[in-house]
Structure formats: structure tokens, C-alpha cells
């Protein structure tokens, strides 16, 4: 299958609602072919970077970037996954080998591998001016409730997150997708507590999506008997941002010590990116370059400083 997914925007004719729906299923496999996950991490996964494409959506500028960090006690570790207004997407996990036996449902147990305890951070970095950072405490680890409390406690908008990934027996992919459901300001609270009854008897997302519903259908199973019009439909793909120079620049910002300790080894330096897998070395006479621009780096900040301490402050006129 190809690294391809779709993201479908629909706003009701009223423009109250709207609704963001995601088919996620090329992306997720490409991404489980890099990161070789266990099934579970397969679904954890699969719904983190649904839920990054989702959000990433909803920057409103070009050139901006969202991150999902979810830091919770499961054995997992640590999942990353990151979207960007222009439909790339990528992710990382930190032991994607993790396993649990399944919950008392019978299901893959995305909460205990993640974790139930601990936070989910949301990075929105615009491109300029500091990137604005929320963060609350994970609900469950199942990542669609945990990014509904996220919008329920720090952002403005009413917002209901669903998520599902299907993995088949054999730990292959049957399909991956998401939706947010939004309040617009102003929506009176009879449309919030029609469209909550909707929700709330919804079929849970993953057999939708297994039985391959498209974004009209869910649509129409979301909104019901409210007109509603198809506003967008952009493509969706997993790219990893990652390049040689910068690794690069990440090398040289590490202490200098170790930067030393690394030149005197002469093995050179090799990072493997955690988002795509993807190798990069660098040969010896490159590390003693970095040594040398990290030296000097380091010298004329120790320069400038000096030279502030000793010119006397600047008296008032
Ligand atoms: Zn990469």
C-alpha cells in the first residue's frame, strides 16, 4: 500500500461544527514497516499520528508544526508523533518492541502499553516566536479520550477526539483512521447535546473503519439529518523532516568533552534518525571540523561576554 492517507474537512451548513476526518491506513503501515512494532505499538501508533494529522490540520499557517508527546508510565516509553499543516507525518516510540497481553475486552491494550498514568504534551510551533506548549495529565493512555481531555481542559474549542487502528491476527494492518468533531463559537447547546447523542452510540471507529467506511459515511453518521457540505480534502503522507546537517548541528551542541572524546576515538559519529530509521556518518575529518567550529563557537561567545563586562553601562542623557 502506498504512504498516503486522506484528511476530509466538513462544516455544517450552519457553521457550527465541523468535522475532520482522517483514513490513515497507507501512513500507519509505512510506518510500522520502519519501526517494526508489536502489534499494540502498532495501534498506539496508528492513533498517535492520526491524531497528530488531525490537529496538525488545524494550524492555521503554513509552515507551522504540531507535536503529540505522550510520557506515560506504560513500557512503551515515550511516543512522539508530529504533523505539520501540509500533511506530513511522523513518529516514534521509544521501546516500539513493547508488548501486553491483551485487556479485559479482548483488545489490544493501547492504555497499559502507553500507560495510564502520566502527560500528554502539545507542542504548536508556528515557525516564528516561541513555540506555545500545553500539557495535561494522561486519562487513560488510549490516546483518542486523552486528546479529548486536552481540548476539554486547554483549549478553547469543545472538541471530541476518535481514533482507531485494526490490526489483524498476524500483526498486519487492516486500517487506521481519526476523527475530530469540533464546536464552532457560537454553536447554540442543542446542536452540542444532539451531536454528544450521536457520538455516544457511534460503533467504535476502528470497525468502521475495518469495514471500510469512507469520510462521507462517517460523516453521515456523525451529523445525521444536518446539512453539511464537504469543505476540503488534502493528502496525507509519512515524511521525516530529518537531513544531514542537521544531526549534524545536534552532534556539535553536545558537550565539548564528548565532542573531544569523539574526535580522539577516530570511529567518526553515526545517528540513526528515531522518526525514519534513516543512517548518517559522519567520517572522522568530519568530527574534528565540528570540534574546530565548536572550539571557536565557544571562544568568541567566552569573548563577547567578556567584553560586555567590561564596558561600563551606558548613562542615562
Ligand atoms: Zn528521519
Redesign the pocket.
Known amino acids: 500500500m502506498e504512504n498516503k492517507g486522506t484528511l476530509t474537512t466538513f462544516l455544517t451548513k450552519d457553521g457550527f461544527a465541523r468535522l475532520l476526518f482522517a483514513e490513515t491506513t497507507g501512513i500507519v503501515q509505512y510506518a510500522s514497516g520502519r519501526h517494526r512494532p508489536s502489534k499494540t505499538v502498532t495501534a498506539a501508533l496508528g492513533r498517535g499520528l492520526t491524531a497528530a494529522a488531525l490537529m496538525g490540520a488545524t494550524l492555521k499557517d503554513e509552515g507551522g508544526s504540531l507535536t503529540l508527546r505522550f510520557r506515560g508510565s506504560g513500557p512503551a516509553g515515550t511516543m512522539t508523533c508530529v504533523a505539520d499543516s501540509a500533511g506530513n507525518v511522523?513518529g516514534c516510540v521509544e521501546n516500539p518492541t513493547a508488548e501486553l497481553p491483551p485487556n479485559a475486552q479482548g483488545k489490544l491494550d493501547v492504555g497499559g502499553v502507553i500507560g495510564r498514568e502520566g502527560e500528554l504534551f502539545v507542542v504548536r510551533d508556528y515557525g516564528f516566536g516561541e513555540p506555545y506548549v500545553g500539557n495535561v495529565p494522561l486519562v487513560s493512555g488510549e490516546i483518542g479520550e486523552d486528546v479529548t481531555n486536552y481540548y476539554a481542559l486547554s483549549e478553547q474549542t469543545p472538541t471530541v477526539c476518535a481514533l482507531g487502528v485494526r490490526v489483524n491476527r498476524d500483526g498486519s494492518l487492516r486500517g487506521a483512521g481519526g476523527f475530530l468533531l469540533q464546536l464552532l463559537p457560537g454553536a447554540e447547546d442543542s446542536l452540542a447535546e444532539y451531536l454528544e447523542g450521536r457520538v455516544k452510540v457511534l460503533p467504535s471507529l476502528s470497525a468502521l473503519i475495518a469495514e471500510g467506511k469512507t469520510a462521507e459515511d462517517i460523516a453521515d453518521l456523525v451529523f445525521g439529518e444536518l446539512p453539511r457540505d464537504k469543505m476540503e480534502e488534502k493528502e496525507l503522507r509519512y515524511r521525516?523532516?530529518?537531513a544531514r546537517e542537521k544531526y549534524r548541528r545536534s552532534i556539535k551542541s553536545i558537550g565539548i568533552r564528548e565532542l573531544r572524546d569523539m574526535a580522539q576515538s577516530r570511529e567518526g559519529a553515526e545517528v540513526v534518525?528515531r522518526?525514519?530509521?534513516?543512517v548518517y556518518f559522519y567520517p572522522p575529518e568530519e568530527v574534528d571540523a565540528m570540534l574546530a567550529e565548536r572550539t571557536e563557537e565557544l571562544r568568541s561567545a567566552a569573548a563577547r561576554r567578556k567584553e560586555r563586562e567590561t564596558t561600563p553601562p551606558e548613562e542615562n542623557p
Not at 275 to 278: A, H, K, P, S
Open positions: 511522523r521525516c523532516n530529518c534518525c522518526f525514519c530509521g534513516e
